[in-house]
């Protein structure tokens, strides 16, 4: 109960009421009310942001947001591992395999390099999140590139492979003739004296000498293009041409076991030593060109004889006398 005011009125010589305002009364009444609401507003907020309140949705959501959390973090992990795992696969791919075929190395900014032209991630714009969408999508993209870039490399890698395998194939790296089958090397290649003309000239093959009828080995794969008797001097020749630019001649032989197109492996029998054609003695004459230029066949023996041979041939085949042929 609120107190009662009193003031003592001199002109009447009593005491008087005092009556409050009407204006003053209405303000408190207002004041009142909306201090009540706002308190009242304070507290539900309060109250709504209190676990009290959840209801099973906004668990439910609560429960999604972390989840989405761990799958992003867990994510971001793999394409770190994944990112680490192509790099160290570059650099095999550069330095080591690369280089083992004399490759020119990719270039990192080639690997690396961006997409240009037009924008992209337009569409992820405008979001909550989407700088956190849009930095993900790039790292997946670039990882994308680097896969893709990395993927041809290794087709390269895998074709150069097999044509490595080609080439080391097809290289004459073996005597056409067996060292116990052979009686020695008769002349080597260079300038030697001519048997017919005594005139000094330059012999471009080397001469073993054998007994007739002695096997003679293609040195390398290819396919026979000459089983015949038409270059001049050569008598019986077999050609074989091994692609890479080699090419192995055999000359002067009895007879043939091969024909012109036929594809042939190393170690094959495809002849036997004779002495038809511009011939002394019996012997083979076998020349090895590439690229059209002669060759000397002592430096491609690596495959079929040890080092102590490929001596003792080396100092008779490098002995300036005089040819068979």
């Not at 001649?249 to 495809?270: C, E, M, P, W």
């Amino acid at each position: 109960m609120s107190k009662v005011k009193y003031y003592y009125d001199s002109e009447k010589l009593a005491y008087q009421k005092v009556q409050p305002k009407k204006r003053k009364q209405i303000g408190f009444i207002l004041l009142f009310i909306f201090s009540s609401a706002m308190f009242g507003l304070l507290g539900l907020i309060i109250l709504l942001n209190t676990s009290i309140f959840e209801t099973p949705r906004d668990k439910m959501q609560a429960r999604e947001i972390e989840n989405f959390k761990t799958n992003y973090a867990i994510l971001n992990r793999k394409i770190d591992l994944i990112e680490q795992v192509l790099n160290e696969l570059e650099v095999r791919d550069n330095y080591i395999y690369r280089s083992y075929f004399n490759t020119t190395p990719i270039p990192s900014e080639q690997r690396r390099s961006g997409f240009g032209g037009y924008n992209r991630y337009k569409d992820l714009e405008g979001f909550n999140n989407s700088e956190l969408v849009k930095s993900t999508t790039k790292k997946v993209d670039r990882i994308l590139k680097q896969t893709a870039i990395q993927s041809r490399s290794l087709d390269d890698i895998i074709n150069l492979a097999k044509g490595k395998e080609k080439l080391l194939a097809a290289i004459p790296a073996i005597q056409p003739i067996k060292t116990e089958d052979m009686t020695r090397v008769a002349s080597g290649f260079g300038y030697r004296t001519d048997p017919f003309t005594k005139i000094r000239k330059f012999h471009e093959g080397m001469d073993f000498s054998s007994k007739p009828g002695t096997p003679v080995y293609a040195t390398g794969d290819g396919e026979v293009i000459r089983a015949n008797n038409q270059l001049s001097g050569y008598g019986n020749l077999i050609e074989i041409k091994h692609g890479f630019g080699y090419l192995t001649r055999y000359a002067h032989l009895s007879k043939y076991n091969v024909k012109a197109g036929q594809k042939i492996k190393r170690g094959d029998l495809i002849g036997y030593v004779g002495n038809t054609g511009r011939s002394e003695a019996p012997h083979l004459h076998y020349e090895v060109h590439y690229n059209n230029e002669v060759m000397n066949p002592l430096n491609f023996y690596y495959g079929s004889i040890s080092a102590k041979e490929f001596e003792l041939l080396s100092q008779a085949a490098n002995h300036e006398n005089q040819s068979l042929d």
